[in-house]
């Protein structure tokens, strides 16, 4: 494995999980675990395996010493360089723009709740080799079963569908929207369709917020302070920005002042190009346009591309159904192993099946477990029959109870015979014995009001 010596590597790690707060409620989001390792695990393993030594972790503030002494014990060969945000409620673009002084170089942006385990070097020489103003990786939709059923009270999630241009010899990004912005049809610009004449719209493929950045576009968003997220602001606007050449006056007179200008338009202040490539390119042959005699990328300087992959290999955790999806598919995903349990932990039960379970935890005899995932110092009293669920760290669930289907989040307590069926639990919250729970959210309300 060649080490990356040409991109910075970014993990943004500080949001809070605004679309699955009931999980996230007692545990910093990237800490959330999946398997055997908190979500934030995925993500810097697919950097090591690309090759990266290094990376700028943004967290939290008030959750980066938590943050660093778990990533502490989990013996990983890359350098993480924490970066704390104490501001709330930041988007993506915040975070990168409050970071931005910090990378010098190109920049590999990944979020956090990325589960893949995919080989991300086509995405990079796919920048490399068109000088990419930002390039991005796209994967499947996951497919769920009919038959898979979400903890929590029932409900008809919508999924998030996204409208993806891809120009089907050169792998242009040339169209990016949520499919929400449009009532029935979508509507394209005649000057698209005139200069990029052989592109596909994709509904099926998921952004999966794993970004290559040139340096430019980071000093662009660093002075252009309208943009939140990536992938709601920045990149449609980027992408959209490949449709128009510089101003004329900038292009006759390269020594007028930014300050002069309005930097919200003037992306193209911001592009630069290598000269000698430049030449380069113009001397030689090459022509990305087959269809047509048209300058090589059409003359434009702002470039955007999208690397596909085709096969199943990942998702974003970034809700409860996907979050429970990714603690379904794990195995499959990264071939952990089915039945993973840890030195530390003690199982006095020999009927454990397809489990993980992490450790200090407390399994006792005479209990049934399969195909779930045990968190660090729970307990699990005997008597006790649990299947399909996610226990977080020091949970407990006494004697006689019955678990299915269900996600129980840290620190919470189940009392002696509760059966619950496809519910979630809050952190800290206590079901009262003897109680029949199906399809319910079990929390106090006030805990998810003060987060």
């Not at 292009?251 to 202040?269: C, F, G, P, T, Y």
Request: with cysteine; charged share 25%.
């Amino acid at each position: 494995m060649v080490e990356m010596t040409d991109f910075e590597a970014v993990v943004l790690a500080a949001g809070k999980g605004s679309r699955m707060m009931e999980v996230t409620a007692g545990k910093p989001k990237c800490l959330l675990p999946i398997g055997n390792f908190p979500m934030i695990w995925y993500p810097l393993r697919l950097l090591e395996h690309a090759g990266f030594s290094s990376t700028f972790v943004v967290v939290s503030e008030s959750a980066k010493s938590e943050i660093i002494n778990t990533l502490e014990k989990l013996n990983l060969k890359i350098k993480l360089d924490f970066i704390g945000i104490s501001e709330d409620d930041l988007g993506t673009a915040d975070s990168m723009r409050i970071i931005q002084e910090k990378i010098k170089k190109d920049c590999l942006v990944i979020s956090c709740d990325l589960i893949a385990n995919v080989d991300i070097t086509p995405l990079l020489d796919l920048y490399r080799k068109n000088n990419a103003s930002i390039a991005a990786l796209m994967l499947p939709v996951p497919k769920i079963a009919e038959d898979c059923i979400i903890a929590g009270p029932k409900s008809k999630q919508k999924p998030e569908i996204d409208l993806i241009g891809i120009e089907n010899t050169t792998n242009r990004l040339v169209f990016f929207a949520s499919a929400s912005d449009f009532e029935e049809n979508v509507f394209l610009s005649s000057k698209l369709a005139r200069k990029h004449t052989d592109f596909n719209i994709h509904s099926k493929l998921l952004d999966a917020h794993l970004y290559v950045i040139n340096k430019w576009v980071l000093n662009f968003l660093a002075f252009n302070k309208s943009f939140s997220s990536i992938k709601g602001d920045l990149l449609p606007y980027v992408i959209s920005k490949q449709l128009t050449k510089p101003p004329k006056p900038l292009a006759e007179d390269k020594n007028n002042s930014v300050v002069k200008l309005d930097i919200k338009e003037d992306i193209h202040r911001f592009c630069s190009e290598n000269p000698l490539e430049a030449l380069v390119r113009e001397m030689s042959s090459f022509n990305d346009c087959n269809s047509n005699l048209d300058d090589p990328y059409h003359g434009d300087i702002i470039r955007c591309y999208a690397y596909k992959i085709s096969e199943q290999c990942g998702l974003r955790a970034n809700t409860i159904q996907m979050y429970s999806l990714a603690n379904a598919t794990i195995d499959k995903l990264w071939k952990i192993g089915s039945n993973n349990v840890s030195q530390n932990a003690t199982v006095k039960s020999t009927q454990v099946q397809e489990c993980r379970i992490d450790n200090n935890a407390f399994i006792d005899e005479r209990t049934s477990l399969k195909q779930s995932n045990i968190g660090a110092k729970a307990t699990v009293e005997t008597k006790t029959r649990i299947a399909n669920s996610i226990l977080m760290d020091n949970v407990t669930i006494k004697q006689k109870c019955a678990i299915t289907n269900s996600i129980l989040c840290n620190g919470c307590v189940i009392e002696e015979g509760t059966i619950l069926k496809n519910c979630l639990v809050g952190a800290k919250f206590t079901v009262p014995s003897g109680g029949d729970h199906s399809h319910e959210m079990l929390t106090d309300a006030d805990e998810l009001m003060e987060i």
